[in-house]
């Protein structure tokens, strides 16, 4: 980090006023945010509830501006639930500086807040579910108890949930404690690349994994060729082993990301289809 950020955080750790113990009633209300969700502002009244052991800190003799801080994120607010805590420890951080200032930073800090939204949301979603923890936990935890392991239950909720409290609690000390400069750090540092980077690669080879083991499709179509009997599944796996599964989940994704068809469709979809092949005699 540049030798002026760090004086500048020195400097403004001098006047912090939130304790270690507001930033552990934050980290703890956080995990609240989604209970209050609603259509019109998604995660605003959570936020807000979570927000608040820090606002009753430096706003505690300003009724005005704790009025004001109030108003200010009563506003729309959605991001990844995980990764919510660190955009409120920096929130929280602005929020004291704008204190400080005689309430002179509203405008800024509903600016940032908001900018930090898609940004912070990218890296919620790659870790926590498009292809990070949630892809890893339910493909560990599924294939144990279908193996008749009722552990897969207990590192299906370990799986997820450990990186879940360490990204909390990581995400609202930290970010209070960085406040704006937090998204420049964690970016020259590279390793939130890197952290995204392994996580896609763990997704996709779970994924990979899945695929292969538990999607179990094949056709009985063969041919006869003078007195010689050729089966086209051997044809097809001299091709690409198992190709039948991949092109069938690579159908679905591609079904569900490009043409917008819900899970639930596709499921029926998936049943008729196999019927009806059975029935027909294309599919086994």
Known sequence: MPEN???????????KKVTHKDLIRVFWRSFLIECSYNSERMHNLGYIFSLTPILKRIYKDDREGMAGALQRHVEFYNATPQIEPTIIGIVGALEEQNAQSGNQMGDMVSAIKTSLMGPMSVIGDTLFFTSGFRVLSV????????????????????????????????????GYKLGSNFIETIVESGWMEKVREVAFMVGLTVIGALTSSYVSLSTPISFTYGQSTIALQDILDQIVLKG??????????????????KAQVLIIIVMVVGILGG???IFS
């Open 5 to 15: 950020q760090t004086a500048e955080l020195q400097e403004n750790n001098l006047n």
């Open 139 to 174: 493909s560990v935890g599924a294939a144990m108890c279908a193996a008749g392991n009722p552990l897969g239950l207990l590192l299906y909720f370990l799986i997820f949930n450990v990186p879940h409290y360490l990204a909390s609690y990581w995400g609202v000390t930290q």
């Open 244 to 261: 039948l599964p991949l092109a069938a989940t690579l159908l679905c994704s591609w079904l569900m990301r490009k043409k917008n068809v």
């Open 279 to 281: 029935i027909v005699g």
